[in-house]
């Protein structure tokens, strides 16, 4: 982000970005010696075979242009684990304040109390903009990740947010997956991000998964520090 501070994204919506990392804005590098963490948990409320998730996600800085992070998750249902550690820095950023950003995963996910390597390559543009509602931004992230079971899986996620004067974020996401050997699947993902205190977000949100009606419910708790 100090190449935001010089002026390639306004600084009020520099601010914005820091924050909205896990809303979809990873094309945007951490700030040099900032950390970011969140954990969040999603459940189900209605019968379908979506199981709950609850996800861990951290990020820090190292340099202007690198950031390192850990994404894992684990899943109600099936007791699967998945843990990676994560390097991503931009590739391109604009004077208009665009940004394109590649990324690397590794690590390992357990499936049935087996244990799998994990590599998944990842490729993220972000876009900060101006409008009558305010400040906001838009990202897509697109990865896919080849796991040692001989599994595979391809996602991209599209986000569009607003900053509020209030310091909260209102988002939502378009989610698609598609696993081999399952189905593909298309999600829509609102939700509202309220400040608590300095550095201390609660995200209320929720999600509809239009291929299977799954509905879920999610809350969450973020600090950036």
């Known amino acids: 982000m100090a190449e935001a501070r010089r002026g390639v994204v306004p600084g009020a919506l520099a601010a914005l970005l820091i924050s909205a990392v896990q809303a979809g804005a990873a094309a945007w590098p951490r700030a040099e010696g900032q950390s970011f963490l969140s954990y969040s948990y999603q459940f189900q409320i209605n019968e379908t075979t979506d199981r709950n998730y609850s996800s861990l996600y951290y990020e820090y800085g ?24 994560f390097l991503r820095s931009p590739v391109l950023s604009t004077d208009a304040g665009t940004w394109i950003s590649a990324e690397l995963a590794v690590g390992a996910i357990e499936i049935e109390d087996e244990i799998y390597g994990v590599v998944r390559p990842g490729l993220s543009w972000g876009r900060g903009f101006q409008s009558g509602l305010g400040n906001g931004w838009a990202g897509v992230e697109s990865s896919y990740a080849f796991r040692g079971d001989g599994s595979e899986e391809g996602k991209i996620d599209a986000t569009i947010g607003l900053n509020h004067a209030s310091g909260s974020l209102s988002l939502v996401q378009l989610q698609y997956a598609a696993p081999t050997g399952g189905e593909d699947s298309v999600s829509i993902a609102p939700s509202h991000v309220i400040s608590l205190t300095r550095g201390v977000f609660l995200e209320l949100g929720g999600a509809y998964k239009l291929t299977n009606d799954a509905t879920s419910l999610k809350i969450g708790l973020w600090s950036e520090f």
């Open 62 to 85: 190292v340099t202007e242009r690198l950031t390192f992070g850990i994404d894992a998750g684990r899943s109600d249902g099936s007791g699967d684990l998945t843990g990676l550690f």
